[in-house]
């Protein structure tokens, strides 16, 4: 009796494969840029009242904004990496990392912005 190999997987979708990492790559570039531009923001608030800003809290937003980010876009990788093996649709998990991650980035930022007074 010959041995019962299991069924060889199905190649992966080009389309998928294509869209599942142009999603990623942005979202990485478009995370490091946004980390850069708060960077900067930070460095270059020259004038803060007390009465009006409070750099604390600028930079504990900014701080969890990213940090939730970075989580984010660290679990939707490994997510869209793991369908893309298992040969499942991948690319809307990569679509939602860029979208989740652009928002918590979004989110760190507005929230320095009002804490610093804009």
């Known amino acids: 009796m010959s041995p019962s190999y299991p069924p060889p997987k199905p190649p992966i979708s080009r389309g998928d494969l294509a869209g599942s990492l142009a999603a990623l790559v942005l979202t990485v ?16 608030t ?3 009242p007390t009465t009006t800003c409070n750099i604390d809290a600028g930079v504990t937003a900014i701080t969890a904004g990213f940090a939730a980010a ?12 793991v369908r893309l093996v ?18 918590a980035c979004a989110a760190g930022l507005g929230g320095y912005l009002a804490a610093v007074g804009g």
């Not at 970075?70 to 990496?81: D, F, P, Q, R």
């Not at 298992?86 to 928002?103: E, K």
């Open 46 to 48: 020259d004038n803060c």
């Open 29 to 44: 570039v478009g995370g490091g840029l946004a980390a850069i531009l708060g960077l900067f923001m930070m460095a270059f």
């Open 70 to 81: 970075a989580a984010v876009c660290a679990a939707g990788t490994v997510l869209t990496i």
């Open 86 to 103: 298992r040969r499942n649709l991948a690319w809307p998990f990569a679509v939602a990392t860029l979208a989740l991650t652009a928002a």
